[in-house]
């Protein structure tokens, strides 16, 4: 049994080989139109714009936000290294907040407690497509002029209230690593819903040109306009994205499958043992991008894994707290100790979950996680 097994969808093949035979390599091609389409269309952001990883649409946010090393702007600590990388690559100061214990999402009480007058932005992650407390951080940034970006890596067709994930705040970002629900190697999107950042965004997005303009036929020669780099996936990327986006409501459902099942098996051995198991608040649609429990101490953590191991089940923690690793110590600060960002990363164990894992090989999961007492 592996772990994660990146997802094959049907028409990959036949169109990579459109691609190839189209001679239309480059970006900006039929695939990636019809691919920011569908993306619009599931996530409810008015605009899309396909990127080489969710780190590029990330750093396009950052300039977008046009930070200067004046600024400071808010992650979580319990996080991926490119929500802070993201934003240091500005010069930016990354000021690190803990988390809710439920959830492992960003707690707005400890946003509140690190805002400075030098604060001009909160990066969020939506922890395995849980919604993270948007109320909370809307009102914050509402009350100081605070732009909320979300680092939808995880979420791709979750809803808080209703609302699509990477759409509530200023703007969003999305994953296509081949570590997420829906993949195409390496791939990313920047989700915005203001027509001027779009504007912008084109730009950035395209050597800080209006070639986006002109390819449009609104201009008839393109030039220099502004900084920016080169975030345009190829068609190819987005080929084999808009053939796994073609599959997306089995993608997901089979994912749910996968999660349900572990969530109907565990409650009574996670109540014996003292183990919590992964919870996903009412008001939100998750994504089952993981399904993880959380032991009662690190020794645990390090021994159920090994129990699992033994028994040919791959699992795994997760983040290595940002503001004690050596990048979060170099480019960061962080005003209130992250301990319950500390506890969650020392605790946590992930299950393998991905559409082709069977019901027999989820019975062996369980089977074995439930044959460990602490
Ligand atoms: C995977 C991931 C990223 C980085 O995605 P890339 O597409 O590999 O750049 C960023 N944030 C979170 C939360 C992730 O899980």
Known sequence: MVFNRPYRASREQDNLVAVLDSGHIQGDGRFTDSASAKLKAISGAPYVLLTTSCTSALEMAALLLELSPDDEVIVPSFGFPAVATSMALRGATCVFADIDSDTGNLDPHSVAAALTERTKAVVVIHYGGVAADMEGLLA???????????????GLGGTWRGHGLGTIGKMGTLSFHDTKNVQCGEGGALLLSDEVLMERAGIIRDKGTDRAQFLRGGIDKYSWQDIGSSYSPSELNAAMLDAQLDEFASIQAARLRVWEMYAAALPDWAQRNDIRLMTAPADCQHTAHLYYVRTPTERHRDSLIDHLAVRGIPASFHYVPLDSSPGGLKLGRTPVPCVRTAEFAATVVR??????LSDAQVTKVVEAVTSFAV
């Open 351 to 356: 299950l393998p979950i991905w559409p082709g």
């Open 140 to 154: 914050l940034g509402d009350a100081h002029g605070i732009a909320i970006v979300e680092d939808n890596a995880h």
